[in-house]
């Protein structure tokens, strides 16, 4: 560890406390330290803070107090007084473009014990071009009478960056000029990979999606690649799309475990979508990780929704169907997660597109059942599917939904409205167990069962109580 002033140790508390004045955004903050050197000298130093915000001009204020004691006894006291404003300009059209987004800053420390300034600055920072920033700063030392002019500009290319910084000082003038990257090999697809940033010690990811034409799940040589930066990360990395039509982020913090969720509106072809929404994988050390994404055509139903009059069949418009996906649950197993809801046209005829590959079931609304005195005859329809994961996409077609005349008897007893309740507690019952919420679903499931007591929803409470 370097420690350039000898100290033996160091202390520091500081405390922040956020606050509203109004429904502007203030806060005040604490703070104490304390120093100790080996011939016995110590310091101490408080210091303490106001900041607020009145539109887009950000105030400060602060005090610090220094104290200086040494072992002979002699002490000697400093406090200090600084205050700055900080303003940044809009991006609205009323103003000139070179000067939108800008950052102003101005700062000034005074000293009590001297009753003068010690320090003024005043600092401007603007965006160039999306890839450059420019900065100018001034700062005069008041009692030495002495200024300092210095502008930076900094310009990032792809693989570099560029840093020109020049400062004059009195009638001192100096000029310095860096550039720095750093190149990485992604052994996986034999290219080399050059940034802007760091990357010894960090990790990467090169995601590789492509249409899976022969349907083995991994990448063939001759597939094609789809180059898209469909991929979203649960913590910050950098992300760049290569030549090659591979993905690559960098910046990854090695061993961490990261969530990775496929966006597929950023895909060139609305119709390919992969097997899951998102997986996890855990970043390795000083190496860039290949992984393959297999995409496949999104599947296309179409059905009919029947509806029994008078003994006879026909088609009914307008009735909502709610397309439901099968998903594996380690605690509760099977479970079916809604994916969207359909109309059906006015001669009962549906359907829907951009299905990704999976299991599927259709079920009407139950409110509207309740209010049209029906049920889903679940024996006699089609309502169970697979999207099948094809290169060019499954078609699934032939779908049947047929609802019938609920119980005459139930009908008779039961006043629609207290069916609709019912159809309201059991829906809520199989949505708190799909949450793993089992205490509310079985409290709504029992509450439906003594209201109507029916076969489906004593069952439904059996398979929540074997989850206690």
């Known amino acids: 560890m370097f420690n350039p002033g000898g100290l033996l140790r160091e202390s520091n508390v500081n405390g922040f406390y956020p606050f509203l004045i109004g429904k502007q955004q203030s806060g005040i903050r604490l703070g104490a330290n304390r120093f100790w050197r080996p011939l016995g000298d110590h310091a101490t130093g408080i210091n303490a803070d106001f900041n ?63 009753r003068t300034p010690l320090n003024v600055s005043a600092s401007l920072s603007q965006t160039l071009f999306k890839r450059a920033r420019l900065n100018l700063n001034y700062d005069r030392q008041v009692a030495s009478g002495t200024n300092l002019w210095q502008l930076s500009f900094f310009y990032d290319f792809t693989p570099l960056r560029f840093i020109n910084q020049s400062t004059v000082r009195g009638k001192q003038v100096a000029t310095s000029t860096s550039v720095f990257g750093s190149v990485a090999y992604d052994p996986s697809n034999r290219q080399p990979f050059f940034t802007n940033r760091e990357q010894i010690g960090l990790s990467g990811a090169a995601f590789r999606m492509f249409i899976d034409d022969n349907e083995n799940g991994v990448y063939d040589e001759g597939e094609e690649l ?30 961490w475990k990261y969530q990775v969720t496929l966006d597929q509106k950023f895909f060139s072809d609305p119709t390919l979508a ?56 380690e605690e509760i197993g099977l479970r079916w997660e809604l994916t969207e809801t359909l109309k059906t046209f006015s001669d009962g005829t549906f359907y829907t597109y951009n299905l990704r590959p999976g299991t599927y079931r259709l079920r009407p609304d139950e409110q509207q059942l309740a209010y049209m005195m029906r049920v889903f005859d679940e024996a006699n329809s089609n309502a169970v599917f697979t999207i099948r994961a094809l290169a060019d996409g499954d078609f699934v077609e032939g779908l049947r939904v047929e609802l019938v005349p609920s119980d005459k008897e139930e009908e008779s007893r039961y006043p629609r409205e207290l069916r609709l309740r019912v159809h309201r507690l059991t829906e809520e019952a199989e949505a708190a167990y799909a949450r793993k919420d089992f205490e509310n679903a079985w409290n709504l499931a029992r509450e439906a069962h003594l209201l109507i007591p029916s076969p ?10 074997a989850k206690f």
Request: glycine letters at 14%; zero cysteines; hydrophobic letters at 40%.
């Open 226 to 255: 789809v180059p898209a930066k469909g991929i979203r990360l649960d913590l910050s990395a950098n992300a760049a799309l290569g030549k090659d039509g591979i993905l690559r982020v960098t910046q990854l913090q090695s061993y």
């Open 274 to 329: 992969a097997l899951q929404d998102g997986f996890a994988f855990i970043a390795p050390p000083n190496h860039i990780q290949l992984i393959d994404i297999p995409l496949y055509r999104t599947g296309v139903i179409e059905g009919v929704l029947l509806n029994e009059e008078r003994g006879t069949l026909q088609g009914k418009g307008g009735m909502r169907l709610k397309v439901e996906r099968a998903v594996e649950d």
């Open 52 to 114: 607020s915000r009145v539109g887009r001009v950000i105030g400060r204020v602060g005090y610090r107090g220094i104290g200086l004691g040494m072992e002979t006894g002699g002490r000697m006291s400093r406090h200090l007084i600084n205050s700055s404003l900080t303003y940044t300009l809009p991006r609205l059209p009323g103003f000139p473009v070179f000067v939108r987004g800008m950052f102003l800053r101005g700062q000034i420390i005074y000293s009590v014990d001297d």
């Open 456 to 465: 489906e929803r004593e069952a439904l409470i059996k398979k929540i109580e």
